[in-house]
């Protein structure tokens, strides 16, 4: 997903077939621009729509759910005293943090959700955003605009970690995993990680496809996305972790080693 102006948008699909337990990306359509009087949204709900009778599932890059605080219709009592489950546990969080004596900021529960408080604190290295934050607040805007026009189920990924994930268990070297986005050593780590799948998992890429892939990092993640939407549909993602309230949105991360 990108801003609904910066015309940077991909979807990817992918088809599996368990009698030869292969992946196949049966389509990657990038860059999906506005033309006059027909908005990019429009196109993406079309190009998914095409697939309402066979999809398993959608995944979006983005948030799909807001923080409690935007939601919330209770009389404020501030948010170091509010007993609303999601406060509690973004709290608690925080508090094993200060205890730990490391450095954090204070926790922001009408940017940040339940969810990012806790990847943050199983990577400090890995840079969770929040659904509100600066970077991605127009993008939870067009996700929650976007899904909830969809028929097909729909998940949220977290393409970063799960690049992360995937490549420990492909064995890729770490350096590369947080290069991929990079404009300089970015493509040839894209190249090593889809060559990778396409060795040891048998998923299958048209040539032109894994060249879009490697040249463009917004059409690398969309297939992540996609292939996270795979795992998620046949039981291979993570389970929600104990504590997080019923009513917090989880997303689809792939199990690990």
């Known amino acids: 997903m990108s801003g609904g102006k910066a015309d940077k948008a991909c979807v990817a699909v992918l088809e599996f077939y368990p009698d030869q ?3 196949f990306l049966a389509q990657l359509i990038e860059k999906i621009k506005a033309e006059e009087f027909i908005s990019a949204d429009l196109k993406i709900h079309e190009i998914i729509s095409r697939y ?8 979006f890059d983005v948030p799909l759910s807001l923080p409690k605080c935007t939601l919330c219709k209770i009389k404020c009592p501030g948010y ?30 009408y940017t940040q959700r339940a969810v990012e408080a806790y990847l943050a604190t199983q990577d400090p290295q890995m840079d969770v955003h929040h659904a509100l934050g600066s970077n991605l607040a127009p993008l939870t805007a067009r996700g929650l605009f976007l899904s909830r026009r969809m028929t097909i189920p729909t998940t949220e990924v977290f393409v970063k970690l799960s690049v992360q994930i995937l490549g420990q268990q492909l064995k890729v070297n770490k350096s590369r995993l947080k290069i991929y986005r990079n404009s300089v050593g970015g493509e040839e780590a894209r190249e090593i990680f889809l060559n990778t799948m396409t060795e040891k998992w048998q998923i299958f890429f048209y040539r ?3 060249k879009t892939m490697v040249e ?6 969309a297939f992540i996305a996609a292939y996270i939407a795979y795992l998620s549909a ?24």
């Not at 949105?249 to 690990?256: A, F, R, V």
Request: with cysteine; glycine share 4%.
């Open 21 to 23: 337990k292969k992946i």
């Open 52 to 59: 309402a009778n066979e999809a398993e599932l959608v995944a």
């Open 80 to 109: 170091e005293v509010c007993n609303e489950p999601e406060i509690k546990f973004i709290r608690s969080l925080y508090q094993q943090e200060v205890n730990k004596k490391k450095p954090k900021k204070m926790y922001t529960p």
């Open 208 to 210: 032109q496809d894994l």
């Open 216 to 221: 463009n990092f917004h059409a690398f993640e």
């Open 234 to 257: 046949v039981g291979m993602t993570q389970k929600r972790p104990e504590g997080l309230p019923a009513s917090e949105s989880w997303i689809s991360i792939p199990k690990g080693e």
